[in-house]
């Protein structure tokens, strides 16, 4: 299976690509700046270089994600925290521009990986579901 996983030089990119390094699938790892050769999960991962918060991106994402069997897209911008208008803009970008390349190229499985302020805060102690509403925390910058 070839699965292309974008994001893949943080840490959850890093332990997905731990986990399915071995198994015989074709792992292709997208990130804005690909960890240094020693650094490297596995030598059975092709790295590629893209700036998914730019749209220059659009056709080398398109020709990736055209041969995937499984997309994953775990890329999102978190710094700087003194520009918060560039943050919403760049992740929310990220996400449209992942899930346009799977449309036009006919993906129909993506996974994402979402934010956790996504969700309302909680008055309570008490375990909420994926149920619980969706309007994120007022200030946060990842909401």
């Not at 918060?84 to 990220?94: D, H, K, M, T």
């Not at 036009?104 to 934010?115: A, D, E, K, Q, W």
């Amino acid at each position: 299976m070839r699965i292309v996983v974008t994001g893949a030089s943080g840490n959850l990119g890093t332990a997905l690509l731990r986990a399915l390094s071995g198994r015989g699938h074709d792992l292709h790892a997208v990130a804005r700046r690909p960890p240094a050769p020693a650094a490297v999960v596995s030598s059975d991962v092709t790295w590629s270089s893209l700036d998914l918060s730019q749209t220059a991106c659009e056709p080398d994402l398109d020709v990736l994600v055209a041969s995937a069997d499984a997309l994953v897209n775990l890329a999102w911008a978190f710094q700087p925290m003194r520009r918060p208008a560039y943050l919403q803009r760049a992740s929310v970008g990220i996400v449209e521009r992942v899930a346009r390349a799977a449309l036009r190229t006919g993906r129909t499985h993506l996974v994402h990986v979402s934010s956790v302020a996504a969700y309302s805060p909680r008055r309570s102690e008490r375990r909420v579901d994926e149920g619980w509403p969706r309007e994120g925390i007022p200030g946060a910058t990842y909401s």
